[in-house]
Protein backbone atom coordinates (compact mmCIF):
# COMPACT_ATOMS: atom_id res chain seq x y z
CA UNK A 1 0.00 0.00 0.00
CA UNK A 2 2.19 2.67 0.57
CA UNK A 3 4.15 1.63 -2.32
CA UNK A 4 1.10 2.81 -4.66
CA UNK A 5 0.91 5.66 -2.55
CA UNK A 6 4.29 6.71 -3.34
CA UNK A 7 3.79 6.07 -7.15
CA UNK A 8 0.71 7.63 -7.25
CA UNK A 9 1.45 10.82 -5.22
CA UNK A 10 4.53 10.98 -7.93
CA UNK A 11 2.54 10.85 -10.72
CA UNK A 12 0.30 13.13 -9.78
CA UNK A 13 3.31 15.79 -9.40
CA UNK A 14 4.01 14.83 -12.73
CA UNK A 15 1.01 15.77 -14.18
CA UNK A 16 0.79 19.57 -12.43
CA UNK A 17 4.72 19.75 -13.90
CA UNK A 18 3.41 18.63 -17.07
CA UNK A 19 0.48 21.37 -17.07
CA UNK A 20 2.65 24.26 -15.37
CA UNK A 21 5.45 23.99 -18.33
CA UNK A 22 2.71 23.92 -21.04
CA UNK A 23 1.24 27.20 -19.54
CA UNK A 24 4.82 28.78 -19.16
CA UNK A 25 5.52 27.75 -22.96
CA UNK A 26 2.43 29.07 -24.27
CA UNK A 27 3.09 32.46 -22.75
CA UNK A 28 6.35 32.94 -22.89
CA UNK A 29 6.02 32.06 -27.02
CA UNK A 30 3.00 34.96 -27.08
CA UNK A 31 4.83 37.61 -25.16
CA UNK A 32 7.94 37.17 -27.15
CA UNK A 33 8.61 40.07 -29.67
CA UNK A 34 7.44 39.72 -33.21
CA UNK A 35 4.26 38.82 -34.87
CA UNK A 36 4.00 35.18 -36.87
CA UNK A 37 1.43 36.68 -39.54
CA UNK A 38 4.77 38.83 -41.07
CA UNK A 39 5.58 35.57 -42.64
CA UNK A 40 2.16 35.84 -44.96
CA UNK A 41 1.59 39.75 -44.83
CA UNK A 42 2.74 41.89 -47.62
CA UNK A 43 2.25 45.51 -48.08
CA UNK A 44 -0.29 45.21 -50.78
CA UNK A 45 -2.10 43.04 -48.91
CA UNK A 46 -5.50 44.75 -47.85
CA UNK A 47 -6.99 44.66 -43.85
CA UNK A 48 -9.61 41.99 -44.54
CA UNK A 49 -6.77 39.77 -45.86
CA UNK A 50 -4.48 40.32 -42.74
CA UNK A 51 -7.65 39.70 -40.34
CA UNK A 52 -8.39 36.48 -42.74
CA UNK A 53 -5.08 35.30 -41.82
CA UNK A 54 -4.95 36.20 -38.48
CA UNK A 55 -8.27 34.58 -37.62
CA UNK A 56 -7.21 31.31 -39.96
CA UNK A 57 -4.41 30.70 -37.05
CA UNK A 58 -6.82 31.76 -34.17
CA UNK A 59 -4.86 35.23 -33.25
CA UNK A 60 -7.40 37.59 -33.59
CA UNK A 61 -9.47 36.03 -29.78
CA UNK A 62 -8.05 37.05 -26.73
CA UNK A 63 -4.97 35.43 -25.41
CA UNK A 64 -7.33 33.47 -22.17
CA UNK A 65 -9.41 31.92 -25.36
CA UNK A 66 -6.23 30.92 -27.09
CA UNK A 67 -4.70 29.65 -23.80
CA UNK A 68 -8.31 27.73 -23.13
CA UNK A 69 -8.17 25.98 -26.72
CA UNK A 70 -4.60 25.48 -26.67
CA UNK A 71 -4.93 23.30 -23.52
CA UNK A 72 -7.31 21.11 -24.74
CA UNK A 73 -5.93 20.40 -27.94
CA UNK A 74 -2.99 19.29 -26.43
CA UNK A 75 -5.34 16.48 -24.70
CA UNK A 76 -7.20 15.89 -28.03
CA UNK A 77 -4.09 15.53 -29.99
CA UNK A 78 -4.44 19.02 -31.68
CA UNK A 79 -0.78 20.17 -31.76
CA UNK A 80 -1.50 23.03 -34.54
CA UNK A 81 -0.52 23.79 -37.84
CA UNK A 82 3.30 24.96 -38.70
CA UNK A 83 2.87 28.83 -39.91
CA UNK A 84 6.26 28.44 -41.86
CA UNK A 85 5.83 24.65 -43.23
CA UNK A 86 1.59 24.61 -43.35
CA UNK A 87 1.65 21.27 -42.45
CA UNK A 88 0.76 19.82 -38.68
CA UNK A 89 3.25 20.48 -36.04
CA UNK A 90 3.59 17.45 -34.41
CA UNK A 91 4.91 14.98 -37.78
CA UNK A 92 7.24 17.88 -38.46
CA UNK A 93 8.70 17.58 -34.75
CA UNK A 94 9.06 13.95 -34.37
CA UNK A 95 10.91 13.55 -37.81
CA UNK A 96 13.46 15.50 -35.95
CA UNK A 97 13.34 13.78 -32.74
CA UNK A 98 13.87 10.27 -34.39
CA UNK A 99 17.22 12.23 -35.66
CA UNK A 100 18.46 13.10 -32.06
CA UNK A 101 17.44 10.36 -30.71
CA UNK A 102 19.24 7.86 -32.74
CA UNK A 103 22.32 10.44 -31.52
CA UNK A 104 21.16 11.18 -27.97
CA UNK A 105 20.25 7.72 -26.26
CA UNK A 106 23.29 6.07 -27.28
CA UNK A 107 25.54 9.12 -26.15
CA UNK A 108 24.27 9.20 -23.30
CA UNK A 109 24.01 4.96 -22.46
CA UNK A 110 27.77 5.38 -23.18
CA UNK A 111 28.33 8.41 -21.53
CA UNK A 112 26.85 6.80 -18.44
CA UNK A 113 28.47 3.98 -18.87
CA UNK A 114 31.96 4.61 -19.02
CA UNK A 115 31.45 7.38 -16.24
CA UNK A 116 29.73 4.55 -13.65
CA UNK A 117 32.95 2.28 -14.80
CA UNK A 118 35.92 5.52 -14.84
CA UNK A 119 34.57 6.98 -11.40
CA UNK A 120 34.40 3.82 -9.67
CA UNK A 121 37.81 2.85 -10.76
CA UNK A 122 38.83 6.71 -9.65
CA UNK A 123 37.72 6.32 -6.11
CA UNK A 124 39.37 2.52 -5.94
CA UNK A 125 43.05 4.19 -7.39
CA UNK A 126 42.09 7.11 -4.76
CA UNK A 127 45.94 8.77 -3.72
CA UNK A 128 47.75 6.94 -7.10
CA UNK A 129 48.69 8.97 -9.80
CA UNK A 130 45.93 7.20 -12.07
CA UNK A 131 43.76 8.97 -10.11
CA UNK A 132 44.68 12.30 -10.65
CA UNK A 133 45.35 11.57 -14.52
CA UNK A 134 41.47 10.75 -14.28
CA UNK A 135 40.27 13.47 -12.88
CA UNK A 136 42.22 16.36 -15.04
CA UNK A 137 40.46 14.34 -17.80
CA UNK A 138 37.01 14.03 -16.33
CA UNK A 139 37.94 18.12 -15.32
CA UNK A 140 37.94 18.56 -18.92
CA UNK A 141 35.18 16.87 -20.30
CA UNK A 142 33.12 18.67 -17.53
CA UNK A 143 33.99 22.15 -18.46
CA UNK A 144 34.73 22.02 -22.43
CA UNK A 145 31.69 23.30 -24.16
CA UNK A 146 29.62 21.03 -26.32
CA UNK A 147 30.64 22.68 -29.33
CA UNK A 148 34.03 23.25 -28.79
CA UNK A 149 34.30 19.23 -28.45
CA UNK A 150 33.00 19.18 -31.83
CA UNK A 151 35.09 21.61 -33.53
CA UNK A 152 38.20 19.71 -32.15
CA UNK A 153 36.99 16.15 -33.23
CA UNK A 154 35.74 17.98 -36.93
CA UNK A 155 39.30 19.32 -37.21
CA UNK A 156 41.55 16.49 -36.01
CA UNK A 157 39.47 13.48 -37.65
CA UNK A 158 37.13 15.09 -40.73
CA UNK A 159 39.20 17.98 -42.03
CA UNK A 160 42.88 16.66 -40.98
CA UNK A 161 42.95 12.85 -40.89
CA UNK A 162 39.89 12.74 -43.22
CA UNK A 163 38.37 9.70 -41.47
CA UNK A 164 34.96 10.80 -40.80
CA UNK A 165 32.26 13.01 -43.01
CA UNK A 166 32.38 16.53 -41.95
CA UNK A 167 28.93 16.78 -41.23
CA UNK A 168 25.51 16.10 -42.24
CA UNK A 169 23.47 12.89 -41.68
CA UNK A 170 23.92 11.12 -45.06
CA UNK A 171 25.57 11.83 -48.00
CA UNK A 172 23.83 14.49 -50.65
CA UNK A 173 21.54 12.62 -52.61
CA UNK A 174 21.49 9.49 -50.64
CA UNK A 175 17.79 8.00 -50.97
CA UNK A 176 16.39 5.27 -48.64
CA UNK A 177 13.08 3.11 -48.59
CA UNK A 178 12.33 4.13 -44.74
CA UNK A 179 14.20 5.78 -41.79
CA UNK A 180 15.46 2.33 -40.36
CA UNK A 181 17.51 1.04 -43.95
CA UNK A 182 19.31 4.74 -43.59
CA UNK A 183 20.18 3.74 -39.75
CA UNK A 184 21.18 0.46 -40.57
CA UNK A 185 23.12 1.78 -43.75
CA UNK A 186 27.11 2.08 -43.57
CA UNK A 187 26.54 5.71 -44.93
CA UNK A 188 24.29 6.88 -41.93
CA UNK A 189 26.89 5.00 -39.69
CA UNK A 190 29.42 6.45 -41.03
CA UNK A 191 28.27 10.17 -40.31
CA UNK A 192 27.11 9.45 -37.32
CA UNK A 193 30.66 8.35 -34.72
CA UNK A 194 31.78 11.19 -34.97
CA UNK A 195 28.90 13.44 -33.41
CA UNK A 196 28.25 10.23 -31.09
CA UNK A 197 31.29 10.32 -29.95
CA UNK A 198 31.98 14.20 -29.30
CA UNK A 199 28.36 13.88 -27.48
CA UNK A 200 29.82 11.34 -25.27
CA UNK A 201 32.76 12.72 -24.61
CA UNK A 202 30.36 16.07 -23.46
CA UNK A 203 27.99 14.06 -21.05
CA UNK A 204 31.08 11.40 -19.54
CA UNK A 205 32.21 14.32 -17.27
CA UNK A 206 28.75 14.49 -14.33
CA UNK A 207 28.87 10.61 -14.08
CA UNK A 208 32.24 10.01 -13.99
CA UNK A 209 32.49 12.90 -11.07
CA UNK A 210 29.42 12.22 -9.52
CA UNK A 211 30.12 8.22 -9.36
CA UNK A 212 33.51 9.19 -8.06
CA UNK A 213 32.16 11.10 -5.23
CA UNK A 214 29.33 8.96 -3.76
CA UNK A 215 32.07 5.65 -4.12
CA UNK A 216 34.31 7.69 -1.45
CA UNK A 217 31.13 8.15 0.48
CA UNK A 218 29.66 4.81 0.69
CA UNK A 219 32.92 3.23 0.58
CA UNK A 220 33.17 4.60 4.26
CA UNK A 221 30.05 2.65 5.81
CA UNK A 222 29.89 -0.46 8.28
CA UNK A 223 27.91 -3.05 6.19
CA UNK A 224 31.52 -2.42 3.25
CA UNK A 225 33.52 -3.34 6.28
CA UNK A 226 31.50 -5.54 6.95
CA UNK A 227 31.92 -7.18 3.75
CA UNK A 228 35.67 -6.88 4.11
CA UNK A 229 35.90 -8.62 7.34
CA UNK A 230 33.65 -11.76 5.91
CA UNK A 231 36.70 -12.23 3.43
CA UNK A 232 35.13 -10.99 0.52
CA UNK A 233 37.63 -9.62 -2.12
CA UNK A 234 38.06 -6.01 -2.78
CA UNK A 235 36.90 -5.91 -6.14
CA UNK A 236 33.70 -7.63 -5.50
CA UNK A 237 33.41 -5.31 -2.37
CA UNK A 238 33.81 -2.44 -4.56
CA UNK A 239 31.74 -3.26 -7.64
CA UNK A 240 28.88 -5.62 -6.14
CA UNK A 241 28.40 -4.12 -2.73
CA UNK A 242 29.96 -0.10 -2.94
CA UNK A 243 28.67 0.69 -6.48
CA UNK A 244 25.23 -0.79 -6.44
CA UNK A 245 24.55 1.83 -3.33
CA UNK A 246 26.63 4.07 -4.74
CA UNK A 247 25.31 4.64 -8.01
CA UNK A 248 21.87 5.90 -6.82
CA UNK A 249 22.50 9.54 -7.08
CA UNK A 250 23.84 8.40 -10.59
CA UNK A 251 20.27 7.45 -11.54
CA UNK A 252 18.66 10.26 -10.18
CA UNK A 253 21.19 12.74 -12.08
CA UNK A 254 19.98 10.68 -15.01
CA UNK A 255 16.93 11.96 -15.23
CA UNK A 256 17.87 15.56 -15.30
CA UNK A 257 20.65 14.76 -17.32
CA UNK A 258 18.27 14.31 -20.26
CA UNK A 259 17.57 18.36 -20.76
CA UNK A 260 21.27 18.46 -20.14
CA UNK A 261 22.14 16.29 -23.19
CA UNK A 262 19.37 17.98 -25.02
CA UNK A 263 20.90 21.21 -24.55
CA UNK A 264 24.49 20.15 -25.68
CA UNK A 265 22.80 18.28 -28.97
CA UNK A 266 21.51 21.33 -29.57
CA UNK A 267 24.77 22.64 -30.36
CA UNK A 268 26.10 19.44 -31.44
CA UNK A 269 23.73 19.31 -34.13
CA UNK A 270 24.57 22.80 -35.20
CA UNK A 271 28.19 21.75 -35.01
CA UNK A 272 27.63 18.81 -37.54
CA UNK A 273 24.83 20.12 -39.29
CA UNK A 274 22.48 17.36 -37.82
CA UNK A 275 18.75 17.88 -38.76
CA UNK A 276 17.64 17.04 -35.07
CA UNK A 277 15.29 19.18 -33.05
CA UNK A 278 17.56 21.35 -31.61
CA UNK A 279 18.32 22.84 -34.83
CA UNK A 280 14.83 22.66 -35.70
CA UNK A 281 13.57 24.30 -32.23
CA UNK A 282 16.44 27.81 -33.16
CA UNK A 283 15.12 27.55 -36.21
CA UNK A 284 11.76 27.68 -35.20
CA UNK A 285 11.65 30.26 -32.56
CA UNK A 286 13.87 32.62 -34.99
CA UNK A 287 10.74 32.29 -37.16
CA UNK A 288 7.91 32.61 -34.30
CA UNK A 289 6.81 29.42 -35.67
CA UNK A 290 4.61 29.08 -32.38
CA UNK A 291 3.12 25.19 -33.06
CA UNK A 292 6.81 23.83 -33.79
CA UNK A 293 8.41 25.70 -31.10
CA UNK A 294 5.91 25.22 -28.85
CA UNK A 295 5.45 21.30 -29.60
CA UNK A 296 9.33 20.42 -29.61
CA UNK A 297 9.75 22.05 -26.51
CA UNK A 298 6.61 20.25 -24.64
CA UNK A 299 8.08 16.75 -26.22
CA UNK A 300 11.76 17.67 -24.30
CA UNK A 301 9.44 18.52 -20.80
CA UNK A 302 7.68 15.37 -21.13
CA UNK A 303 11.15 13.25 -21.58
CA UNK A 304 12.23 15.06 -18.78
CA UNK A 305 9.14 14.23 -15.97
CA UNK A 306 8.97 10.58 -17.46
CA UNK A 307 12.75 10.02 -16.85
CA UNK A 308 12.19 12.02 -13.32
CA UNK A 309 9.40 9.51 -12.57
CA UNK A 310 11.74 7.20 -13.65
CA UNK A 311 14.26 7.72 -11.85
CA UNK A 312 11.79 8.32 -8.72
CA UNK A 313 10.29 4.50 -9.40
CA UNK A 314 14.11 2.70 -9.58
CA UNK A 315 15.36 5.03 -6.87
CA UNK A 316 12.21 3.22 -4.71
CA UNK A 317 13.28 -0.07 -6.23
CA UNK A 318 17.14 -0.15 -5.25
CA UNK A 319 16.29 1.44 -1.50
CA UNK A 320 12.85 0.88 -0.21
CA UNK A 321 13.44 2.85 2.53
CA UNK A 322 12.50 5.97 0.42
CA UNK A 323 8.56 4.63 0.09
CA UNK A 324 8.18 4.88 3.72
CA UNK A 325 9.45 8.52 3.86
Known amino acids: MDTLKFFGRRFIHSIFVFLTIVTILFFIFRLMPGDPTMLFISPEMSVDAIENIRRLFGLDQP ?26 AAPIVFESLKNTLILTVPAMCLSYLFGVVGGTLLAWWRGKKRELVGMAFALILRSAPAFWIGLIFLYFFAFHLELFPGGSITETGATYQNFWEMVLSWNFIHHLILPLISMSCYLTGLPLLLTRTSVLEVIKEDYVE ?8 PRKVMFRHVTRTAILPVLTAFATAIAYAFGGSVLIEVVFTWPGIGRLMVDSMLGNDYPVAQFAFMIMACMMILMNLFADFFYAYLDPRVVVK
Open 63 to 88: LYIQYVKYIANIFLGNYGISYYFMEP
Open 226 to 233: MARAKGIG
